[in-house]
T-cell receptor, first 114, second 113 residues
Framework: GAVVSQHPSRVICKSGTSVKIECRSL??????MFWYRQFPKQSLMLMAT?????????EQGVEKDKFLINHASLTLSTLTVTSAHPEDSSFYIC??????????FGQGTRLTVV | GESVGLHLPTLSVQEGDNSIINCAYS??????FIWYKQESGKGPQFIID?????DKRQGQRVTVLLNKTVKHLSLQIAATQPGDSAVYFC????????????FGKGTMLLVSP
């Protein structure tokens, strides 16, 4: 299957700082990427849909000014958590689509805000 | 046996047993379903999928059954192995376009040697 690489796999940051997470499709071009958030022992919750060259579509309740998404190329989408706080600590996962509706997932990023 | 934790139901089986993981999906318009396996600290891994025009599909050691009448999906794992221990999620897609996947709550499968 297609490979989606997410970086970093783990990050610890201080409260009030910003953190950028990258999601790359390694062997295919993805016009659409998705960002999920997952709390311990819970399911994946969609945060936003990222479309190359256009603004991301955010799910209800997700602050677009706090979770900045950029999809500048067909192989890269980034999620920036701005002014992070301890409650933003979570597992963030991206996925990318080649041909709908199949989706391939990255390895996830464990964010810890201290 | 099967138990329900605070957030995640757990299914405990012995190595070699057959496991059945169930999922109730929400949208009667969904036409595509996927089972994912997620190991601790990793992203979801595709296991098997099925389209709504089918009621059964088999892979290697896994079978997915779809009952559209009651909006129920199941994953059967034959001869369960300790390496199968993980959380399993079903996901549904509302149409064949670039719509999003909706994930179920997940079931933790624990396989004892």
């Amino acid at each position: 299957g297609a490979v989606v690489s997410q970086h970093p796999s783990r990050v610890i940051c201080k409260s009030g700082t910003s953190v950028k997470i990258e999601c790359r499709s390694l062997d295919f071009q993805a016009t659409t990427m998705f960002w999920y958030r997952q709390f311990p022992k819970q399911s994946l919750m969609l945060m936003a849909t990222s479309n190359e060259g256009s603004k991301a579509t955010y799910e209800q309740g997700v602050e677009k000014d706090k979770f900045l998404i950029n999809h500048a190329s067909l192989t890269l989408s980034t999620l920036t958590v701005t002014s992070a706080h301890p409650e933003d600590s979570s597992f963030y996962i991206c996925s990318a689509r080649v041909v709908a509706p199949e989706a391939f997932f990255g390895q996830g990023t464990r964010l810890t805000v201290v | 046996g099967e138990s329900v934790g605070l957030h995640l139901p757990t299914l405990s089986v012995q190595e070699g047993d057959n496991s059945i993981i169930n999922c109730a999906y929400s949208n009667s318009a969904s036409d595509y379903f996927i089972w994912y396996k997620q190991e601790s600290g990793k992203g979801p891994q595709f296991i098997i999928d099925i389209r709504s025009n089918m009621d059964k599909r088999q892979g290697q050691r896994v079978t997915v059954l779809l009952n559209k009448t009651v909006k129920h999906l199941s994953l059967q794992i034959a001869a369960t192995q300790p390496g199968d221990s993980a959380v399993y999620f079903c996901a549904e897609n509302a149409n064949s376009g670039y719509s999003t996947l909706t994930f179920g709550k997940g079931t933790m499968l624990l396989v004892s040697p």
